[in-house]
């Protein structure tokens, strides 16, 4: 090979892609007639490279499973988070603000198929009634009691509420109206004959020993959690399960705050629950977006440490 092709050999990568001077094209193209060796290096050079894709994709399918996966977590920590506030704040609103008994509250009316129809007037909007039997089984025992709540107040209107207490052949009926304010029952309908001495409906506790029982329940996972550290499989169960009890009482203090006495336990307790466990669903979301990102800040700082 002639120092003259090494020459143009230098020079081809410019004059394919037109870099060169008129004077150095034309010497170029005089060589290429002549030598078969150069015009062959050149064909090659014009060839278009062909491109050969990275076949190791795994690590880009690990990353966008990832952000599928933190998107997908963050939707759910946010919508979690939104159900539990607008349950504590329906519970708040629905919460029963029990009347005390007045004249006009209720109007008792026997009717002609002897059932006895309650009316109450247009400021209840809800009432319960619950039925016992006193101790020789003769008379039925009927405790009612009615309540509003903020939301009827602002936002629905049920208009006037009725009930019927059906007849029962042989079988005295009695009809206290509770007030669920430590004030006595009043008897609003039938004989005060078996009764020696006046009721007083009292609330239930039935929140209190829920609360001490999640508090408990905490306190013994975080010693078993301390005690059993060096056992990373059971650990991880004791870390899924320390938030329930946590949530529950934060669900205790967000609908009910430090009240634990109640006259609608089935209702208090269903929302408390209810709100427990989207608060439950929260903490485990926001914990493992929480790990993730401090996971990320770490291999940033490693990254960052082998550069330097």
């Known amino acids: 090979m002639s120092n003259k092709c090494n020459l143009i050999k230098d020079i081809l990568p410019l004059y394919a892609e037109d870099m060169v001077s008129t004077d150095t094209r034309e010497f170029v193209d005089k060589h290429l007639e002549h030598c078969a060796e150069c015009r062959a290096e050149f064909e090659h ?10 076949t190791d994709i ?18 759910f920590f946010t919508a979690t988070l939104v159900c539990a506030v607008v349950a504590v704040v329906f519970g708040v609103l629905t919460a029963p603000d029990f009347f005390p008994y007045s004249d006009g509250l209720v109007n008792v009316i026997d009717s002609s198929d002897g059932n006895i129809i309650l009316s109450f007037n247009n400021k209840v909007s809800g009432y319960s009634c619950i ?22 107040l602002f936002f629905s209107d049920r208009g006037n509420q009725n009930m019927v207490i059906p007849a029962d052949a042989g079988t005295k009926i009695q009809i206290f ?6 004030s006595e029952d009043v008897l609003i309908y039938g004989a005060n004959e078996n ?33 059993l550290r060096n056992r990373p499989a059971i650990i991880l169960w004791i870390d899924r399960t ?21 006259y609608s336990s089935q ?22 977006l929480y790990k993730a990102k401090m996971g990320t800040a770490l291999k940033e700082g490693n990254q960052q440490e082998n550069k330097q």
């Open 45 to 54: 050079i014009r060839k278009p490279a062909e491109f050969i894709p990275d």
């Open 58 to 75: 795994v690590p880009l399918k690990r990353i966008k499973k990832e952000l599928f996966i933190k998107r997908l977590q963050t939707v």
């Open 131 to 152: 039925k016992e039997l006193d101790s020789n089984a003769e008379t039925a025992v009927y405790r009612i009691n009615a309540w509003t709540a903020t939301w009827d």
């Open 177 to 182: 109206y509770a007030q669920n304010n430590g």
């Open 195 to 227: 009764t020696k001495e006046d009721t007083i409906t009292l609330p239930r506790q039935i929140l209190m020993p829920y609360f001490l029982f999640a508090f408990l329940a905490l306190a013994v996972l975080a010693v078993l959690r301390f005690l």
């Open 242 to 262: 320390i938030p329930f009890p946590i949530s529950y009482m934060a669900a205790q203090l967000c609908t009910k705050g430090i009240h634990f006495t109640t």
């Open 267 to 288: 209702r208090d307790f269903c929302i408390i629950l209810l709100v427990a466990i989207l608060f439950y669903f929260a903490l485990l979301t926001g914990k493992a």
